[in-house]
């Protein structure tokens, strides 16, 4: 092979896995978003009926649930636990707000 036939070839194995990439970037961020539609309609239930927006043994279950995913998968899970870290703290963020909107306007 020459070496313009290997970098033909190399550029175009890079361009199909980059691909498959931005595929899988896509799906992530619409599976984020199916997320983040479901939490908020926890953050409504939780304003309605004055429950605190946060609920460490819930987070402390699905830590463990998704580090045992994550080794199951052949990911680091400690990598694992801080994208769901990342991700509950804005859970909660979102249910604060919620919370306060609910309550209306403090007089």
Do not use: C, W, Y
């Not at 970098?7 to 595929?23: F, G, Q």
């Not at 309609?41 to 830590?63: F, N, S, W």
């Amino acid at each position: 092979m020459t070496t313009s036939n290997t970098d033909a070839h190399v550029t175009a194995e890079l361009n199909r896995l980059r691909e498959s990439i931005d595929n899988i970037d896509a799906a992530v961020v619409h599976m984020l978003a199916e997320r983040f539609k479901a939490t908020q309609q926890v953050g409504h239930l939780k304003a309605e009926h004055h429950l605190p927006p946060a609920d460490p043994a819930r987070e402390a279950r699905q830590i463990t649930r998704l580090r045992q995913l994550a080794e199951n998968a052949r990911l680091d899970p400690a990598f694992a636990e801080k994208l769901l870290n990342f991700i509950v703290a804005e859970v909660i963020r979102h249910h604060e707000r919620i919370a306060e909107e609910s309550a209306g306007p403090q007089d």
